[in-house]
């Protein structure tokens, strides 16, 4: 079946880092842009980054612009976001979906996105 599966979610320090994973099955991942979304207790979700089917021009929030880092491994047909210097404001559910166009859609537009997974927990405290 066409699944996403996010995982490296956890409990770090302001500061510290974390890389989230996206696991695809049932589809290529170099077929479908890659978005990673968030969504903190009581706030809509919100678009954080994307990568296209090339696996090129990432896009980035602007509050995690030089600090969050999007990419992808065909191989292991994963998408990861790599995030570094973390703020308690970044504390919140992550997901990964998939978009089967192959090119980021304006942040806006979350149903431009056909399958999403399940979400994992990222909490920053100290």
């Known amino acids: 079946q066409l699944q996403l599966v996010e995982s490296g979610g956890g409990l770090v320090q302001p500061g510290g880092s974390l890389r989230l994973s996206c696991a695809a099955s049932?589809?290529?991942?170099?077929?479908?842009?890659i978005g990673w979304f968030r969504q903190a207790p009581g706030k809509e979700r919100e678009a954080v980054s994307c990568i296209n089917s090339g696996g090129r021009t990432p896009n980035y929030a602007d509050s995690v612009k030089g600090r969050f880092t999007i990419s992808r491994d065909i191989h292991n047909n994963t998408a990861y976001l790599q995030m570094n210097s973390l703020k308690p404001a970044d504390t919140a559910v992550y997901y990964c979906?998939?978009?089967?166009?192959?090119?980021?859609?304006?942040?806006?537009?979350?149903?431009?996105?056909?399958?999403w997974g399940q979400g994992t927990q990222v909490t920053v405290s100290s």
């Open positions: 049932g589809f290529r991942l170099d077929y479908y842009a």
């Open positions: 979906a998939a978009e089967g166009l192959g090119g980021c859609p304006p942040a806006i537009h979350i149903a431009s996105y056909e399958y």
